[in-house]
């Protein structure tokens, strides 16, 4: 397949030719009464004929310029880089058939669920907000919720509730999340904060449930271990360290214990057992005791489902 493009900004403008072909390969060629050159890319098309959405975070340019300073090619400045987007018919955010996707995703302590969010956010490209780095943001940044949070935590108190969902709900209304759609990771905990977000007008399309065995947490959460030096988290049976001199100084966090974890668990089913009476008809619960690519590979099928029912229904109402 070879797709040429043109795109003429104004006659002060030297032509742009863009040609796509099925070899994962650009070629763009320029011509004026005083100069040419030509610009090739490497990018990330797809080999077949079939249409593809790609999110900008998932391409890489490389641009290769072959032409003299006066050339309109030699750096690649707003100007150019738009008029390459126009050509290819790139948004700054990514082309979509509807409204972007809104997820909430839940998992206990150990449930892999940092690990999914980071897939989910960089196939979707949505915006990950997690409270607790939220809250960690809001405090460092000074904000008028992070100095309340603040004066909660120096007392040893929890912060409470309507502080929280506030930080949040300003996150959610940020141009990015409202563009890009958004990822709530292990927020709401309690139908109280549930309600409140509602309430603000935030209600999912699908409400992710990672569920794992009771024994399987304990042992992910027990055998884990940190190296003080480097930062860096290992489990003793999952990914050991790489030499005895690692090993002997690692640390064990104080409450990775299987005691503090099953109470920790008995506090996370709870808290899920409330949100998920608001959330009932949109929860997906997925598998979380297999291989990190086999949940992932249940999720992005609930959600691949989810945006194709979109779809139709749009493409019914059009009808």
Same mark, same amino acid.
């Given at each position: 397949?070879?797709?040429?493009?043109?795109?003429?900004?104004? =006659?002060?403008?030297?032509?742009?030719?863009?040609?796509?072909?099925?070899?994962? #390969?650009?070629?763009? /060629? !320029? !011509?004026?009464?005083? $100069?040419? $050159? /030509?610009?090739?890319?490497?990018?990330?098309?797809? $080999?077949?004929?079939?249409?593809?959405?790609?999110?900008?975070?998932?391409?890489?340019?490389?641009?290769?310029?072959?032409?003299?300073?006066?050339?309109?090619?030699?750096?690649?400045?707003?100007?150019?880089?738009?008029?390459?987007?126009?050509?290819?018919?790139? *948004?700054?955010?990514?082309?979509?058939?509807?409204?972007?996707?809104?997820?909430?995703?839940?998992?206990?302590?150990?449930?892999?669920?940092?690990?999914?969010?980071?897939?989910?956010?960089?196939?979707?490209?949505?915006?990950?907000?997690?409270?607790?780095?939220?809250?960690?943001?809001?405090?460092?940044?000074? @904000? *008028?919720?992070?100095?309340? #949070?603040?004066?909660?935590?120096?007392?040893?108190?929890?912060?409470?509730?309507?502080?929280?969902? =506030? =930080?949040?709900?300003?996150?959610?209304?940020? %141009?990015?999340?409202?563009?890009?759609?958004?990822?709530?990771?292990?927020?709401?905990?309690?139908? @109280?904060?549930?309600?409140?977000?509602?309430?603000?007008?935030?209600?999912?399309?699908?409400?992710?449930?990672?569920?794992?065995?009771?024994?399987?947490?304990?042992?992910?959460?027990?055998?884990?271990?940190?190296?003080?030096?480097?930062?860096?988290?290992?489990?003793?049976?999952?990914?050991? %360290?790489?030499?005895?001199?690692?090993? #002997?100084?690692?640390?064990?966090?104080?409450?990775?214990?299987?005691?503090?974890?099953?109470?920790?668990?008995?506090?996370?089913?709870?808290?899920?057992?409330?949100?998920? /009476? =608001?959330?009932?008809?949109?929860?997906?619960?997925?598998?979380?005791?297999?291989?990190?690519?086999?949940?992932?590979?249940?999720?992005?099928? #609930?959600?691949?489902?989810?945006?194709?029912?979109?779809?139709?229904?749009?493409?019914?109402?059009?009808?």
């Amino acid at each position: 397949m070879t797709v040429n493009m043109v795109a003429v900004a104004s =006659m002060a403008t030297p032509s742009v030719t863009v040609a796509v072909t099925n070899s994962k #390969a650009l070629t763009l /060629s !320029s !011509s004026s009464s005083s $100069s040419s $050159s /030509s610009l090739s890319l490497t990018s990330c098309f797809p $080999s077949s004929n079939s249409t593809r959405r790609l999110h900008p975070s998932s391409c890489s340019l490389t641009l290769r310029c072959g032409a003299s300073s006066s050339s309109p090619f030699t750096s690649p400045n707003s100007n150019s880089t738009s008029l390459i987007a126009a050509a290819l018919g790139i *948004d700054s955010q990514p082309e979509r058939d509807s409204e972007p996707l809104q997820v909430m995703i839940s998992g206990a302590p150990a449930s892999g669920k940092g690990t999914q969010c980071e897939l989910i956010k960089h196939k979707y490209g949505l915006v990950h907000v997690a409270a607790g780095d939220l809250l960690r943001a809001e405090i460092a940044t000074g @904000s *008028d919720n992070g100095k309340l #949070a603040k004066q909660y935590m120096e007392k040893g108190q929890l912060v409470p509730d309507h502080i929280v969902v =506030m =930080m949040v709900k300003d996150r959610l209304l940020k %141009p990015d999340a409202k563009d890009n759609g958004w990822l709530l990771d292990g927020y709401p905990r309690s139908l @109280s904060q549930a309600t409140a977000l509602k309430e603000f007008g935030f209600q999912p399309d699908i409400f992710v449930l990672l569920e794992v065995s009771e024994d399987i947490l304990v042992e992910r959460v027990v055998g884990r271990r940190l190296d003080p030096v480097t930062g860096k988290i290992y489990h003793l049976k999952y990914s050991p %360290p790489e030499t005895e001199e690692i090993a #002997a100084r690692l640390t064990q966090r104080f409450d990775d214990t299987e005691e503090k974890v099953k109470l920790r668990l008995n506090t996370h089913h709870q808290n899920v057992e409330a949100v998920l /009476s =608001m959330y009932k008809d949109i929860t997906v619960k997925i598998n979380g005791n297999v291989s990190k690519e086999e949940v992932f590979a249940q999720i992005d099928s #609930a959600l691949t489902s989810l945006l194709e029912q979109r779809k139709a229904a749009s493409g019914s109402l059009a009808a």
